[in-house]
């Protein structure tokens, strides 16, 4: 007696966004448990490259993985010790910072109205409110310090994804229907996500550090902040630079005035010039794939569901999902969707390949 083969059942659509919403809202609600777990993968895929490194030179898997992991410990402590001590200063100065904001636009509009303009002063200062730029950076980068404070859960999550990279594969192989395909696509994952992250932590390494000592020499305050600002929103495709330049420009207007800004303006301008025109497109072009729709989409999707550290990983989740939704014929058009240009017109001369 012949056995069916079990098939797939047809849903209504209703269901699928139900479903989704179900998950959307689970995301959401869990999010303080989520982000430190999004964060440990987002380390441990950064810190792969040294443990392999390590490896190839002999050094046994478990000691590598043990000198990876205390050299990510201090660093992670060194940097919270730093983030926190200057983001506490900052925000006890910060009403002052207010102040002289204040009476900066103030001075600026009556200079504006000496030529004929008439503008409210404090009207352009509650449209402009400058206090709320710096409140939100210092509840930014509190946040993520706050994350990298919770030192003992990051590492031992980092520890434990780390140490089942060997038996992993074995699992998924014993588990998986088409272990082949399945294991394919989270190496095309992982690849990319790790070549993505890679690429990004350097350059925004370069670019935090050259900010910094930009700022440094200019005899700015918080320069280690800002720099390490200018780091985090590397990570934030199109638009992260910009709003890295707002409130550090803001504060170069304090401390130094137009002079300073217009200098600094143009450090900031040049070295995003560099890294965001010339070092980024040359090596992220063909690993990212995916529309500059799709990119801002997903910074603004995953910024509401997980807030700000949303906002940090919202391109490799979008990647990991794109790569995914192309193993599955039913979902392929989703992910040319959610590609670039290039992808669209190689799933098309596919498609006539096919037809003709």
């Known amino acids: 007696m012949a056995v069916d083969s079990p098939r797939y059942?047809?849903?209504h659509p209703l269901f699928y966004a139900s479903a989704g919403i179900i998950v959307i809202a689970g995301l959401k609600i869990g999010a303080p448990v989520i982000n430190p777990v999004l964060m440990a993968v987002f380390f441990s895929v950064i810190i792969?490259?040294?443990i392999h490194w390590l490896k190839e030179k002999g050094i046994n898997g478990v000691l590598s993985i043990i000198i990876v992991i205390i050299s990510l410990l201090i660093v992670l402590l060194l940097m919270g010790g730093v983030v926190t001590r200057s983001v506490m200063h900052f925000s006890q100065n910060l009403p002052e910072y207010k102040d002289q904001l204040h009476a900066i636009t103030k001075s600026t509009v009556a200079m504006m109205n000496g030529y004929g303009l008439d503008m409210s002063p404090d009207t352009v200062s509650q449209n402009f409110s400058a206090g709320s730029v710096f409140g939100y950076v210092s509840k930014f980068i509190t946040g993520i310090g706050g994350l990298l404070g919770q030192i003992t859960l990051l590492v031992l999550v980092v520890g434990f994804i780390l140490g089942e990279t060997n038996s992993f594969p074995?699992?998924?192989k014993a588990v998986l229907k088409d272990p082949e395909i399945s294991l394919g696509n989270i190496t095309s994952i992982s690849r990319n996500i790790?070549?993505?992250l890679g690429i990004k932590t350097f350059t925004g390494l370069i670019g935090g550090i050259s900010v910094a000592l930009v700022l440094f020499f200019m005899q700015i305050e918080y320069a280690i902040i800002w720099g390490i600002l200018v780091l985090l929103m590397r990570y934030i495709p199109n638009i992260g630079s910009v709003i890295a330049a707002i409130p550090i420009l803001l504060f170069v207007l304090?401390?130094?005035?137009?002079?300073g800004v217009i200098w600094a303006g143009l450090a900031y301008g040049v070295i995003n010039f560099v890294i965001g025109q010339i070092?980024?497109?040359?090596?992220l072009a063909k690993s990212m794939n995916l529309s500059t729709l799709a990119v801002f989409l997903s910074l603004v999707f995953w910024g509401w569901i997980l807030g700000d550290i949303g906002m940090l990983l919202a391109v490799p989740i979008t990647m990991a999902m794109k790569i995914?939704?192309?193993s599955r014929e039913n979902s392929r058009w989703m992910a040319i969707m959610l590609g670039s240009e290039e992808s669209a017109k190689d799933a098309l001369n596919e498609k006539s390949q096919k037809n003709g």
């Not at 304090?254 to 002079?259: A, E, K, P, V």
């Not at 070092?279 to 090596?283: G, Q």
Request: zero cysteines.
């Open 194 to 196: 790790r070549y993505y």
């Open 170 to 172: 074995i699992k998924l």
């Open 279 to 283: 070092i980024e497109p040359k090596f």
């Open 9 to 11: 059942i047809k849903l």
């Open 324 to 326: 995914s939704l192309e």
């Open 254 to 259: 304090i401390q130094d005035g137009i002079t």
């Open 48 to 50: 792969y490259h040294p």
